[in-house]
């Protein structure tokens, strides 16, 4: 459908001045998205620009908001707290460009990704995980090398193969322990200090502390896969080997040469953490019944004083919270002291373009919606304040609104942080062996079944 430009001149001076302010953010990466060559492989795979597409960079670089023409564009969504913001973000943008958007949710990117291609009915924009960019990119996704944002935080953040560029970092997330600071402080009589209890003899003392003071079990175990075998075993395993992708990379390659993963000292670190959490856990007598809602619930409401997730946790936790409490969230504990007090923070989830399905317009009105979230007012507030989350571009002036998020920008501000980007693990490594944590969890198997398990994972798979 033909794009047009939405002229805004029979419209008062002030609804026209804003308009343009609106349009005027895209005119530079409409312009050189136009003027840069794609890559080789989106120049054998896609077609040329055509006059329709173009038509709409140029409404936009002269400043005009684009009409789109009543198209349409389908979002893929692996994030589903925010899907209701989302929802609204999109349709606040859809209205104003004359597109409708069709958001639906998963919690299973890569299964959704596959099926819908395998029916040539692929979403034009997808919040998917690293390791499904690394996985598909090439083939299916568009090259975004050239837009804008990759100079503010893109480059940084977002997720390429073979250095090009094709994830655009929608939020930047930690795994770690979320805790409720007003619950320890009211039991130990002191100020909390996260610093504190990095290893995890310091934890565990306060563990006991505040079992000894009526809090019986402190800490709350999930017992999804996603979030035992991807954020607790996956984020930790790798990450914190030494804080780098090289760490990560040469640990897989020592699984692959042979040497016992039982000697290596993350790994050792991390069941004696598990251990801890276990014999402290508020879902003890059923682990792996423990209802997510209620674990939520009982972190907000001070049941509990730790909850091992990760700073997505807000959307969930809000709905208990009364505001007389204060939360934040920290590491797990370590036992190598350069890695204690470091909290891994990663551009979790990416947004793709499709390459192979949608129209030269439908590539546009997305490369326009993503540009908007980063270079104008409402879009930079819609990140932090609608969809709340800590954003991956340098230039959004907007401060965290939630707590969990606050205590995340101290760590980053501070430079406390690790990140072993590009290292990712295959798309199956959560559904390999989070069973195998879930039932080491329910006492069904042991750190030694774990240790196989992982070796021989590794003897057929790659990182990327």
Not at 153 to 163: A, C, H, L, S
Not at 357 to 377: G, R
Request: with cysteine; charged share 20%.
């Amino acid at each position: 459908m033909k794009a047009k430009k939405a002229l805004a001149l029979i419209m008062a001076l002030t609804m026209a001045a804003s308009l343009a302010a609106c349009g005027s953010d895209t005119a530079t990466e409409s312009t050189q998205a136009a003027a840069e060559p794609e890559s080789t492989v989106a120049e054998e795979s896609a077609p040329a620009e055509s006059t329709e597409a173009a038509g709409t960079e140029e409404a936009a670089a002269d400043g005009e908001v684009t009409d789109y023409g009543g198209i349409t564009l389908t979002m893929m969504n692996s994030k589903p707290e925010i899907q209701e913001a989302l929802e609204a973000v999109t349709a606040e943008w859809g209205a104003a460009h004359n597109v409708t958007f069709e958001v639906y949710e998963t919690d299973s990117p890569a299964d959704m990704l596959a099926q819908r291609y395998a029916a040539g009915d692929p979403p034009v924009l997808a919040i998917v995980d690293p390791g499904n960019v690394t996985e598909m990119a090439e083939e299916r996704f568009l090259d975004l090398s050239g837009e804008d944002w990759v100079a503010d935080g893109g480059d940084t953040m977002g997720t390429k193969v073979n250095d090009v560029l094709y994830g655009f970092p929608l939020c930047v997330e930690a795994p770690g322990m979320v805790y409720n600071k007003t619950a320890i402080e009211n039991i130990t009589g002191e100020e909390f200090v996260p610093e504190n209890y990095s290893s995890p003899e310091a934890f565990e003392g306060l563990l006991q502390q505040l079992r000894e003071g009526g809090m019986e079990n402190p800490v709350i175990l999930n017992q999804e896969d996603w979030s035992l075998g991807g954020h607790l075993f996956g984020s930790n395993i790798y990450t914190f080997q030494d804080g780098t992708a090289e760490g990560s990379y040469a640990f897989v390659e020592e699984i692959k040469g042979g040497a016992d993963v039982m000697e290596n000292e993350m790994f050792q670190n991390l069941f004696q953490d598990y251990d801890i959490f276990i014999e402290y856990n508020i879902n003890k007598d059923d682990p792996l019944a423990a209802d997510y809602d209620l674990n939520a619930s009982y972190i907000a409401e001070g049941e509990a004083a730790f909850w091992i997730n990760g700073t997505w946790v807000w959307p969930d936790m809000s709905t208990y919270v009364d505001g007389t409490m204060d939360y934040g969230i920290m590491p797990i504990p370590k036992t190598n002291a350069d890695m204690q007090g470091k909290i891994y923070a990663f551009a979790s989830k990416q947004i793709v373009i499709d390459r192979e399905v949608a129209t030269e317009e439908q590539q546009a009105a997305a490369k326009e919606f993503l540009n908007w979230l980063v270079y104008s007012e409402e879009g930079q507030s819609a990140l932090v304040n609608d969809l709340e989350i800590v954003v991956a571009f340098t230039n959004n002036p907007n401060a965290p609104t939630n707590p969990i998020n606050v205590v995340l920008k101290t760590y980053i501000d501070a430079g406390t942080t690790v990140n072993n980007a590009p290292f990712t693990t295959p798309t199956d490594h959560t559904s390999e062996l989070a069973p195998h944590m879930q039932a080491y969890l329910a006492g069904q198997e042991t750190i030694e079944d774990i240790a196989a398990a992982l070796t021989e994972y590794w003897q057929t798979h790659d990182p990327s």
